[in-house]
T-cell receptor
Framework: NAGVTQTPKFRVLKTGQSMTLLCAQDMNHEYMYWYRQDPGMGLRLIHYSVGEGTTAKGEVPDGYNVSRLKKQNFLLGLESAAPSQTSVYFC?????????????FGPGTRLTVT | GENVEQHPSTLSVQEGDSAVIKCTYSDSASNYFPWYKQELGKRPQLIIDIRSNVGEKKDQRIAVTLNKTAKHFSLHITETQPEDSAVYFCAASRGGADGLTFGKGTHLIIQP
Protein backbone atom coordinates (compact mmCIF):
# COMPACT_ATOMS: atom_id res chain seq x y z
CA ASN A 1 0.00 0.00 0.00
CA ALA A 2 1.19 3.48 -0.83
CA GLY A 3 -0.71 4.94 2.15
CA VAL A 4 -1.43 8.65 1.74
CA THR A 5 0.13 10.42 -1.24
CA GLN A 6 0.07 14.07 -2.25
CA THR A 7 0.58 15.77 -5.59
CA PRO A 8 2.55 17.93 -6.27
CA LYS A 9 5.44 17.94 -3.79
CA PHE A 10 6.42 21.53 -4.53
CA ARG A 11 4.75 24.42 -6.30
CA VAL A 12 5.41 28.11 -6.81
CA LEU A 13 2.45 30.33 -7.69
CA LYS A 14 2.07 33.98 -8.43
CA THR A 15 -0.50 36.02 -6.53
CA GLY A 16 -3.92 35.55 -8.07
CA GLN A 17 -3.18 32.21 -9.72
CA SER A 18 -5.20 29.13 -8.93
CA MET A 19 -4.22 25.53 -8.31
CA THR A 20 -5.47 22.22 -6.95
CA LEU A 21 -3.64 19.93 -4.55
CA LEU A 22 -4.50 16.26 -4.74
CA CYS A 23 -4.52 13.84 -1.84
CA ALA A 24 -5.04 10.14 -2.44
CA GLN A 25 -5.27 7.22 0.00
CA ASP A 26 -5.49 3.52 -0.69
CA MET A 27 -6.49 2.37 2.79
CA ASN A 28 -10.26 2.69 2.31
CA HIS A 29 -10.39 5.36 5.00
CA GLU A 30 -13.63 7.22 5.60
CA TYR A 31 -12.22 10.48 6.95
CA MET A 32 -9.84 12.82 5.20
CA TYR A 33 -8.32 16.13 6.28
CA TRP A 34 -6.31 19.06 4.97
CA TYR A 35 -3.94 20.88 7.33
CA ARG A 36 -1.47 23.69 6.81
CA GLN A 37 1.78 24.12 8.71
CA ASP A 38 3.52 27.47 9.02
CA PRO A 39 6.99 28.01 10.58
CA GLY A 40 6.91 27.76 14.36
CA MET A 41 3.33 26.62 14.32
CA GLY A 42 1.54 23.37 14.74
CA LEU A 43 -0.72 22.09 12.02
CA ARG A 44 -4.05 23.85 11.56
CA LEU A 45 -7.14 22.22 10.09
CA ILE A 46 -8.42 23.77 6.84
CA HIS A 47 -11.24 21.45 5.74
CA TYR A 48 -12.21 17.87 6.30
CA SER A 49 -14.50 15.17 4.93
CA VAL A 50 -16.39 12.41 6.71
CA GLY A 51 -17.13 10.49 3.55
CA GLU A 52 -17.51 10.59 -0.20
CA GLY A 53 -19.48 13.67 -1.28
CA THR A 54 -19.23 15.44 2.10
CA THR A 55 -16.98 18.28 3.25
CA ALA A 56 -16.84 20.61 6.24
CA LYS A 57 -14.88 23.67 7.35
CA GLY A 58 -12.07 23.49 9.84
CA GLU A 59 -10.24 26.18 11.78
CA VAL A 60 -8.81 28.17 8.82
CA PRO A 61 -11.02 27.58 5.75
CA ASP A 62 -10.97 31.04 4.15
CA GLY A 63 -9.47 31.15 0.66
CA TYR A 64 -9.73 27.38 0.13
CA ASN A 65 -12.29 25.01 -1.34
CA VAL A 66 -12.38 21.23 -1.26
CA SER A 67 -14.10 18.36 -2.98
CA ARG A 68 -14.37 14.64 -2.36
CA LEU A 69 -15.99 13.10 -5.40
CA LYS A 70 -14.32 9.73 -4.79
CA LYS A 71 -13.70 8.10 -1.43
CA GLN A 72 -9.98 7.74 -2.04
CA ASN A 73 -9.34 11.35 -3.19
CA PHE A 74 -9.58 14.70 -1.42
CA LEU A 75 -8.81 17.85 -3.42
CA LEU A 76 -7.83 21.22 -2.01
CA GLY A 77 -8.28 24.23 -4.28
CA LEU A 78 -6.93 27.75 -4.12
CA GLU A 79 -8.98 29.98 -6.42
CA SER A 80 -6.86 33.12 -6.11
CA ALA A 81 -3.60 32.48 -4.31
CA ALA A 82 -2.26 35.02 -1.81
CA PRO A 83 1.20 35.27 -0.20
CA SER A 84 -0.45 34.42 3.15
CA GLN A 85 -1.15 30.96 1.73
CA THR A 86 2.54 30.19 1.48
CA SER A 87 2.80 27.11 3.68
CA VAL A 88 3.33 23.38 3.80
CA TYR A 89 0.07 21.50 3.25
CA PHE A 90 -0.50 18.08 4.75
CA CYS A 91 -3.30 15.73 3.95
CA UNK A 92 -4.34 13.03 6.43
CA UNK A 93 -6.81 10.19 6.54
CA UNK A 94 -8.41 8.09 9.26
CA UNK A 95 -10.29 4.81 9.10
CA UNK A 96 -13.35 5.51 11.24
CA UNK A 97 -13.46 6.89 14.76
CA UNK A 98 -15.46 3.94 15.93
CA UNK A 99 -12.58 1.66 14.91
CA UNK A 100 -9.37 3.67 15.06
CA UNK A 101 -8.50 7.21 16.04
CA UNK A 102 -5.13 7.37 14.27
CA UNK A 103 -4.64 9.86 11.45
CA UNK A 104 -2.14 8.97 8.75
CA PHE A 105 -0.35 11.87 7.11
CA GLY A 106 0.85 12.36 3.56
CA PRO A 107 4.36 13.65 2.76
CA GLY A 108 3.23 17.25 2.31
CA THR A 109 3.16 19.87 -0.45
CA ARG A 110 5.36 22.92 -0.10
CA LEU A 111 3.59 25.89 -1.68
CA THR A 112 5.14 29.30 -2.21
CA VAL A 113 3.04 32.24 -3.39
CA THR A 114 5.02 35.22 -4.67
CA GLY B 1 -13.10 25.88 19.81
CA GLU B 2 -10.28 23.88 21.30
CA ASN B 3 -7.00 25.55 22.25
CA VAL B 4 -3.85 23.54 22.95
CA GLU B 5 -0.84 25.09 24.68
CA GLN B 6 2.52 23.30 24.58
CA HIS B 7 5.66 23.89 26.65
CA PRO B 8 8.56 24.26 26.35
CA SER B 9 9.14 25.43 22.80
CA THR B 10 12.73 24.18 22.93
CA LEU B 11 14.17 21.48 25.19
CA SER B 12 17.83 20.47 25.29
CA VAL B 13 18.82 17.38 27.27
CA GLN B 14 21.93 15.25 27.60
CA GLU B 15 21.89 11.90 25.86
CA GLY B 16 20.61 9.29 28.28
CA ASP B 17 18.59 11.76 30.35
CA SER B 18 14.81 12.04 30.36
CA ALA B 19 12.71 14.63 28.54
CA VAL B 20 9.24 15.85 29.48
CA ILE B 21 6.93 17.93 27.29
CA LYS B 22 3.67 19.31 28.64
CA CYS B 23 0.40 20.33 27.02
CA THR B 24 -2.83 21.82 28.28
CA TYR B 25 -6.17 21.87 26.49
CA SER B 26 -9.30 23.95 26.91
CA ASP B 27 -12.22 21.82 25.66
CA SER B 28 -13.44 19.43 28.33
CA ALA B 29 -15.14 17.39 25.58
CA SER B 30 -11.79 16.42 24.05
CA ASN B 31 -11.17 12.72 24.51
CA TYR B 32 -8.23 11.80 22.27
CA PHE B 33 -4.66 13.04 22.75
CA PRO B 34 -1.97 11.95 20.27
CA TRP B 35 1.69 12.90 20.15
CA TYR B 36 3.49 13.30 16.85
CA LYS B 37 7.20 13.41 16.02
CA GLN B 38 8.26 15.41 12.99
CA GLU B 39 11.75 15.39 11.55
CA LEU B 40 12.92 18.22 9.33
CA GLY B 41 11.14 18.15 5.97
CA LYS B 42 9.12 15.05 6.86
CA ARG B 43 5.52 14.30 7.69
CA PRO B 44 4.30 14.03 11.30
CA GLN B 45 4.51 10.49 12.65
CA LEU B 46 2.31 9.26 15.49
CA ILE B 47 4.47 8.01 18.37
CA ILE B 48 1.88 7.44 21.07
CA ASP B 49 -1.70 8.38 21.87
CA ILE B 50 -4.08 8.19 24.79
CA ARG B 51 -7.82 8.29 25.20
CA SER B 52 -9.61 10.04 28.02
CA ASN B 53 -10.64 6.82 29.75
CA VAL B 54 -6.96 6.03 30.43
CA GLY B 55 -4.60 7.92 32.77
CA GLU B 56 -1.29 6.62 31.50
CA LYS B 57 0.11 4.67 28.56
CA LYS B 58 3.62 3.41 27.96
CA ASP B 59 5.46 2.10 24.92
CA GLN B 60 9.10 1.18 25.61
CA ARG B 61 10.94 4.47 26.33
CA ILE B 62 7.90 6.66 25.68
CA ALA B 63 4.99 7.32 28.02
CA VAL B 64 2.05 9.70 28.09
CA THR B 65 0.07 10.77 31.13
CA LEU B 66 -3.32 12.47 31.16
CA ASN B 67 -4.98 14.49 33.92
CA LYS B 68 -8.54 15.17 32.79
CA THR B 69 -9.42 17.24 35.83
CA ALA B 70 -6.56 19.66 35.23
CA LYS B 71 -6.85 19.31 31.43
CA HIS B 72 -3.23 18.58 30.83
CA PHE B 73 -1.21 15.75 29.38
CA SER B 74 2.50 15.09 29.12
CA LEU B 75 4.99 13.16 27.03
CA HIS B 76 7.87 11.44 28.80
CA ILE B 77 10.89 10.09 26.95
CA THR B 78 13.44 8.15 29.00
CA GLU B 79 17.04 7.22 28.11
CA THR B 80 17.07 9.74 25.27
CA GLN B 81 19.08 8.93 22.15
CA PRO B 82 20.36 11.13 19.29
CA GLU B 83 17.60 9.86 17.02
CA ASP B 84 15.03 11.35 19.40
CA SER B 85 16.04 14.82 18.20
CA ALA B 86 13.02 16.25 16.35
CA VAL B 87 10.00 18.51 16.80
CA TYR B 88 7.23 16.98 18.89
CA PHE B 89 3.60 18.05 18.68
CA CYS B 90 0.76 17.31 21.02
CA ALA B 91 -2.82 17.42 19.79
CA ALA B 92 -6.36 17.06 21.08
CA SER B 93 -9.67 16.06 19.55
CA ARG B 94 -13.27 15.44 20.52
CA GLY B 95 -13.26 12.37 18.33
CA GLY B 96 -15.59 11.65 15.48
CA ALA B 97 -14.36 13.54 12.41
CA ASP B 98 -13.56 16.89 14.06
CA GLY B 99 -9.89 16.74 13.21
CA LEU B 100 -6.97 17.49 15.52
CA THR B 101 -6.02 20.74 17.25
CA PHE B 102 -2.24 20.90 17.57
CA GLY B 103 0.10 22.60 19.97
CA LYS B 104 2.88 24.74 18.49
CA GLY B 105 5.55 22.12 18.96
CA THR B 106 8.65 21.44 21.04
CA HIS B 107 12.07 21.25 19.43
CA LEU B 108 13.86 18.50 21.34
CA ILE B 109 17.65 18.58 21.09
CA ILE B 110 19.66 15.63 22.40
CA GLN B 111 23.19 16.71 23.34
CA PRO B 112 25.88 14.00 22.93
Amino acid sequence: NAGVTQTPKFRVLKTGQSMTLLCAQDMNHEYMYWYRQDPGMGLRLIHYSVGEGTTAKGEVPDGYNVSRLKKQNFLLGLESAAPSQTSVYFCASALDWGISYEQYFGPGTRLTVT
Amino acid sequence: GENVEQHPSTLSVQEGDSAVIKCTYSDSASNYFPWYKQELGKRPQLIIDIRSNVGEKKDQRIAVTLNKTAKHFSLHITETQPEDSAVYFCAASRGGADGLTFGKGTHLIIQP
